[in-house]
């Protein structure tokens, strides 16, 4: 794999990390494309992949997800990588048959959202007002 292919792999791996969310880059994908397409004149690529791949990039802040995860594909297809080609959606528990959804007062819901929220919190216990004190056995003698 070329340098600035793999460059792209990882960075569209992390963006899937992220539930695509345009954070993989900082200031948004869009901000890598002068860097990558003249590291990819320098791989050697088509000005035509390269014009469609950085054209996709600039498009890719103002997509919804589901557009962000095709535009992605559609990169991996343009610069044949297998990895990209791939990309998992962020949106699994949307696809759910209709018959496994609970309704909002079924008991399995409830649970279900009270162990989110369990797990969403911190300890509620509260933080000491000063340190523990340190107790007389502890200190060396001498």
């Known amino acids: 794999m070329q340098r600035s292919t793999e460059k792209l792999y990882k960075i569209f791996k992390l963006e899937a990390d992220f539930g695509y969310a345009n954070k993989a880059v900082v ?10 397409a003249g590291e990819a ?40 990588i297998p990895g990209i080609k791939y990309l998992e959606s962020p949106d699994k528990e949307e696809n759910k048959p209709a018959d496994e959804e609970t309704q909002p007062g079924d008991e399995k819901s409830i649970a279900s959202r009270e162990n989110i929220n369990a797990k969403s919190r911190g300890s509620t216990r509260k933080r000491a007002e000063s340190p523990a004190p340190i107790p007389d056995d502890a200190v060396p003698s001498g």
């Open 41 to 80: 004149r320098a791989d050697g690529l088509s000005e035509e992949d390269i014009q469609a791949v950085t054209d996709a990039l600039n498009l890719y802040p103002n997509l919804d997800t589901q557009g962000r995860v095709h535009t992605l594909k559609k990169i991996g297809h343009i610069l044949d």
């Open 27 to 36: 200031g948004g994908l869009e901000k890598l494309t002068d860097t990558w």
